[in-house]
């Protein structure tokens, strides 16, 4: 088993900065990557970035390309995602996951809101 914890949510105003982090405890030797996924009112959830847990290789969705960031600290069994110049539509609930190789996102943590309004 794994265990997510995000935290660093929370009210953002437009076109500054917040940065997410979700610290990873448990098996985490059965995961390869890991990532942020995000779900508003009435949508379906999101993916918004992923990196490699050993390698660092990211993909980044085109809707916060060149905005948000994903970076990982392994010595801390940590990711970050690094939201800057957020926008309004940004606004929601952000979960940290844990992939599992032939298994997909396996592992979810509770989720932190971000609010983007000014």
Same mark, same amino acid.
């Given at each position: 088993? #794994?265990?997510?914890?995000?935290?660093? /949510? +929370?009210?953002?105003?437009?076109?500054? =900065?917040? @940065?997410?982090?979700?610290?990873? %405890?448990?098996?985490?030797?059965?995961?390869?990557?890991?990532?942020?996924?995000?779900?508003?009112?009435?949508?379906?959830?999101?993916? #918004?970035?992923?990196?490699?847990?050993? /390698? +660092?290789?990211?993909?980044?969705?085109? =809707?916060? @390309?060149?905005?948000?960031?994903? %970076?990982?600290?392994?010595?801390?069994?940590?990711?970050?995602?690094?939201?800057?110049?957020?926008?309004?539509?940004?606004?929601?609930?952000?979960?940290?996951?844990?992939?599992?190789? +032939?298994?997909?996102?396996?592992?979810?943590?509770?989720?932190?809101?971000?609010?983007? %309004?000014?």
């Amino acid at each position: 088993q #794994v265990q997510l914890v995000e935290s660093g /949510g +929370g009210l953002v105003q437009p076109g500054g =900065s917040l @940065r997410l982090s979700c610290a990873a %405890s448990g098996s985490i030797f059965s995961i390869d990557f890991m990532g942020w996924y995000r779900q508003a009112p009435g949508t379906e959830r999101e993916f #918004v970035a992923h990196i490699n847990w050993r /390698g +660092g290789d990211t993909y980044i969705a085109d =809707s916060v @390309r060149g905005r948000f960031t994903i %970076s990982r600290d392994n010595a801390k069994n940590t990711i970050y995602l690094q939201m800057n110049s957020p926008k309004p539509e940004d606004t929601a609930v952000y979960y940290c996951a844990g992939r599992v190789p +032939g298994k997909g996102y396996t592992y979810w943590g509770q989720g932190t809101q971000v609010t983007v %309004s000014s």
